[in-house]
């Protein structure tokens, strides 16, 4: 457990009614449990809250009801024990009944720039980014650090891709990545570190082939091949140019629960939800990090970690009555295979475009061809995805939908 300042502002509100709002916050975070808020108390405004009762021995705190329900809705901590000390003084909601909202700007933050995203968050930017940074153990072996708030402890398939990126770099310097493909093999857990093996196939003047294997408890997660190069003069150059579409600041923000990483999706196309009104097989989404390592490895592995979040979302949009809110509940849902080119280096703290065209659904699979544009337009990279949506076959085993493809 870790009790930290937070590094951003936030608020609660009640409809539309602020009751609290704090620039001096701190975060509680345990690997696997979602995080708690705490506001100083001399930023809350008790008048909307009554007080109620005292938390169990040990954990002395006194409980607070909505004025206008029954609802338990905020706990002030009293005597905390010693690991929340700094808490003392403090008061964290009900994010079940005051809506929690951070406000995802730093100092510096341009407004055009400012979003908000509800509480708890999945985690910050920088954890994606240190999950990325693997640790080499040994010259063709590195370890992933891991991270999960316990909602869906499954590591995504496109964050094991830009952890093999990663680990491809690390090991040949100098060279950057021309393709990687990886087929998705097992369900990984969040909690837990995952191990990545290289095995060298070949090692030229120009070109470095790289086998990788993902593993966690000795078994297989993913594998894939890395194909590594070294730089050199156009003799041609061309690239197929930009969709005509809306900019990131004509585009509608959307909270994937992730501070410190800006998401606007064009023309509000992608939504989780099965009513959602049809479309075409298009979704275009722009993508930006606030603040990325001086560190080209860091760039490329946070382009291939967005590369499965939309692919499925695109081929499900001409369809009436089906979402992803049905992933894992109702429908079998993953990433199976991605296979990615990039074309340039990579600054992932400029807006990139990721357009996401599936091709086909058929036989219980889905494809898709991406392209990610800089905002200049040029062509970054190109990634192919394939996806499974499928009924839950028939079984008397309990299904968990934390855990569940």
């Known amino acids: 457990m870790t009790l930290d300042p937070y590094r951003y502002a936030a608020r609660a509100r009640l409809g539309d009614r602020v009751v609290a709002e704090s620039a001096n916050c701190l975060i509680e975070e ?65 994010t079940e009944h005051v809506l929690v909202e951070v406000v995802d700007a730093t100092i510096d933050t341009d407004a055009r720039d400012t979003t908000y995203k509800q509480f708890p968050t999945w985690g910050d930017a920088s954890h994606l980014i240190d999950m990325l940074d693997l640790r080499q153990d040994r010259e063709v072996s590195f370890t992933s650090v891991a991270y999960t708030d316990g909602r869906r402890p499954v590591v995504e398939a496109s964050q094991m891709l830009g952890q093999a990126i990663i680990a491809a770099i690390r090991h040949s310097p100098g060279r950057r990545v021309v393709s990687a493909s990886m087929i998705f093999l097992g369900v990984a857990d969040a909690a837990k570190p995952l191990t990545f093996t290289l095995e060298v196939l ?6 470095d082939g790289l086998a990788v294997q993902v593993l966690q408890n000795g078994r297989c997660c993913a594998a894939g091949t890395v194909l590594m190069g070294s730089l050199s003069p156009d003799v041609v150059t061309h690239s197929v140019p930009p969709p005509d579409v809306a900019g990131p600041y004509d585009s509608e923000p959307f909270d994937m629960g992730v501070t410190g990483r800006d998401l606007r999706v064009v023309d509000a196309a992608y939504t989780s939800t099965s009513d959602a009104p049809v479309g075409p097989p298009v979704i275009d989404a722009w993508v930006r990090f606030r603040e990325v390592p001086e560190d080209p490895a860091i760039h490329a592995g946070l382009l291939a970690q967005f590369a499965g979040h939309m692919p499925i979302a695109a081929a499900l949009r001409p369809h009436a009555g089906i979402g992803q809110s049905q992933a894992h509940r109702t429908l079998s849902m993953g990433i199976n295979a991605i296979s990615l080119s990039l074309h340039q280096e990579i ?49 008397s085993q309990p299904r968990d939908e934390r855990t569940a493809l």
């Open 347 to 395: 600054r992932a703290d400029e807006w990139m475009l990721y357009h996401h065209h599936s091709t086909a659904a058929a036989g219980g699979m889905t494809h898709a061809e991406c392209r990610v544009h800089a905002e200049h337009g040029g062509l970054l990279a190109s990634f192919t995805v394939d996806g499974m949506v499928r009924p839950f076959t028939a079984s």
């Open 202 to 207: 070949s090692a030229g003047r120009t070109f």
């Open 30 to 94: 345990h690997l696997g449990q979602t995080s708690a808020l705490y506001f100083p108390l001399a930023d809350i405004d008790l008048s909307a809250f009554r007080p109620v009762a005292e938390g169990s021995e040990g954990d002395s705190a006194e409980l607070w009801q909505l004025e206008s329900s029954s609802h338990t809705a905020l706990r002030m901590l009293t005597a905390p024990p010693a690991d929340l000390k700094l808490a003392l003084g403090h008061g964290t909601f009900d």
